[in-house]
């Protein structure tokens, strides 16, 4: 409860300097709305319908795009983990494609399928796959090695050594990528969609900057924020202390 008075006065205290500079005039008008303005253009928004069809399309890429950024990432994270391979040819280059922002794609995706929603769909992929894969691929090279010992001591092994001691030892890991799969694939998704024709949050924040509509564009970037925490700390950040929990990697 604390957390949360602290967290709420911590807002206050943010909008009441907002108000302050605006009321200051330290800036026009257009530049820096009131945080009043900014609320009321968002409940408009929401009222008529149009954030809500944008929230809509958004979470519509998203979750195509963070499921199989989720897959794709485990695949090639199992394959770079088994394999020794796959691992020292093309396991180094993964953390390089995972630090290139994820509008640096947008391009790519343009010139392959244009500006409609598979574009944005193939950005999220992106964005999502490589963190998922370091995970995963860190999740098997972490597996302590006593228990593969001790389960090859009772004639356990290949595949039945994988699936039986190596994919449970390697779950916290895992929801680990995919916590940060979400957040990543997130960001990607605003990239994306910012420069598409297609609805979508991002396509929203285009079209306010475009006619400078500053008052739309603080709302979104307020509406991205929200979601983003909002959907870590209930969703994933909880799922990922659970696991961690019964794992015994967190106090109870």
């Given at each position: 409860m604390k957390i949360a008075?602290?967290?709420?006065?911590?807002?206050v205290v943010v909008i009441g300097i907002w108000q302050g500079i605006y009321?200051?005039?330290?800036?026009?008008?257009?530049?820096?709305?009131?945080?009043?303005?900014?609320?009321?253009?968002?409940f408009s928004g929401f009222v008529d319908g149009e954030l809500l069809k944008a929230l809509g399309a958004s979470f519509k890429h998203l979750i195509i795009g963070l499921t199989l950024s989720i897959l794709t990432g485990t695949l090639l994270g199992?394959?770079?983990?088994?394999?020794?391979?796959?691992?020292?040819?093309?396991?180094?280059?993964?953390?390089?494609?995972?630090?290139?922002?994820?509008?640096?794609?947008?391009?790519?995706?343009?010139?392959?399928?244009?500006?409609?929603?598979?574009a944005v769909i193939f950005v999220v992929v992106i964005g999502g796959t490589f963190v998922m894969a370091l995970n995963v691929r860190s999740a098997i090279h972490n597996?302590?090695?006593?228990?593969?010992?001790?389960?090859?001591?009772?004639?356990?092994?290949?595949?039945e050594l994988f699936y039986r001691i190596e994919v449970p030892a390697s779950i916290p890991y895992f929801m680990q990528g995919v916590?940060?799969?979400?957040?990543?694939?997130?960001?990607?998704?605003?990239?994306g969609e910012f420069?598409?024709?297609?609805?979508?949050?991002g396509y929203s924040l285009s079209f306010a900057q475009d006619y400078a509509r500053m008052d739309q564009v603080i709302g979104i970037i307020i509406i991205i924020g929200v979601i983003g925490?909002?959907?870590?700390?209930?969703?994933?950040?909880?799922?990922?202390?659970?696991?961690?929990?019964?794992?015994?990697?967190?106090n109870k």
């Open positions: 008075l602290k967290r709420l006065l911590f807002i009321l200051a005039q330290l800036y026009p008008d257009y530049i820096v709305p009131s945080p009043f303005t900014v609320g009321e253009t968002l199992v394959l770079l983990g088994k394999s020794r391979q796959a691992d020292e040819t093309a396991g180094m280059y993964l953390i390089a494609l995972q630090s290139i922002p994820s509008i640096v794609w947008v391009p790519l995706a343009i010139l392959l399928f244009g500006f409609g929603e598979l597996v302590p090695p006593q228990l593969k010992r001790a389960a090859r001591t009772m004639d356990t092994k290949g595949f916590r940060l799969a979400w957040a990543f694939s997130w960001r990607a998704l605003m990239a420069l598409s024709n297609g609805p979508g949050l925490a909002v959907v870590d700390q209930l969703v994933f950040s909880k799922l990922e202390k659970n696991v961690m929990k019964r794992w015994g990697l967190l």
